[in-house]
């Protein structure tokens, strides 16, 4: 099976553009969640859905950050407009159960200019 | 909600000398608690998880945990090191409220 697929691995971006960053999780896989790494906070859960459902969004930096799951294939988690401080490697993991191991995606590396 | 904190930030140790690296979490209940290792430029792969049963895990590539309920703890330790075992390891525990939390991550050198 193929594992967590995302896109784009890197982008680079001007302050004021809108972002889209994509994630296929593994088939089968009802719950998807969106982490946020940067050096200076570690790992932050930003956004989880069980079912394309969103559970706990609380993480969500601020109103400029939205997520969407259409379908249980695709996700996508969208920044409008972009800031400098929006610059890290953003991860899309997946898992199967209620409760279990994530597995990650390879991350898209954000940097905002 | 419950965390984690893993005290070093980071360790370096001599190839074939033994490791341990140190996790605490905070959760009211039982908890779910993981070891993740993530290479530069990777995602995070798993290296042990424990649920229930035996305190002591045996995970990939030697990796070894115990789970010490008295101390919240969830050490990860390895008798030998390898250089290929330089990387950021990160612990993580998870609960029934279906969401997980990472620690800051312990970053590992491994000297020749």
């Given at each position: 099976?193929?594992?967590?697929i995302q896109s784009p691995r890197h982008e680079v971006t001007e302050m004021g553009q809108e972002v889209t960053l994509r994630c296929k999780p593994i088939s089968?896989?009802?719950?998807?969640?969106?982490?946020?790494?940067?050096?200076?906070?570690?790992?932050e859960?930003?956004?989880?859905?069980?079912?394309?459902?969103?559970?706990?969004?609380?993480?969500?930096?601020?109103?400029r950050f939205s997520a969407k799951m259409p379908n249980a294939s695709f996700s996508t988690l969208k920044i409008q407009p972009s800031e400098p401080r929006d610059s890290a490697v953003y991860f899309c993991a997946s898992r199967k159960k209620?409760?279990?191991?994530?597995?990650f995606g390879e991350g898209s590396r954000l940097t905002v200019l | 909600a419950q965390s984690v904190t893993q005290p070093d930030i980071h360790i370096t140790?001599?190839?074939?000398a033994?490791?341990?690296?140190?996790?605490?979490?905070?959760?009211?209940?039982?908890p779910?608690?993981?070891?993740?290792?993530?290479?530069?430029?990777?995602?995070?792969?798993?290296?042990?998880?424990y649920f229930s049963g035996d305190t002591l895990v045996q995970g990939i590539k030697g990796f070894e945990a115990e789970f010490k309920r008295s101390q919240s703890s969830f050490n990860l330790r390895k008798p030998s090191v390898h250089w290929s075992d330089a990387a950021?390891?990160?612990?993580?525990?998870?609960?029934?409220?279906?969401?997980?939390?990472?620690?800051?991550?312990?970053?590992l050198t491994v000297k020749p």
């Open positions: 099976d193929a594992g967590v089968g896989h009802d719950y998807l969640f969106w982490y946020r790494q940067t050096m200076m906070r570690g790992l859960l930003l956004i989880y859905f069980n079912n394309n459902v969103p559970i706990d969004d609380s993480g969500m930096p601020e109103d209620q409760v279990g191991e994530l597995f | 140790v001599s190839e074939g033994s490791l341990e690296l140190r996790c605490n979490y905070s959760y009211g209940a039982t779910y608690l993981f070891w993740y290792v993530q290479s530069p430029g990777q995602g995070l792969q798993l290296l042990l998880k950021e390891y990160f612990c993580a525990v998870g609960a029934r409220n279906n969401d997980m939390r990472f620690g800051a991550g312990t970053r």
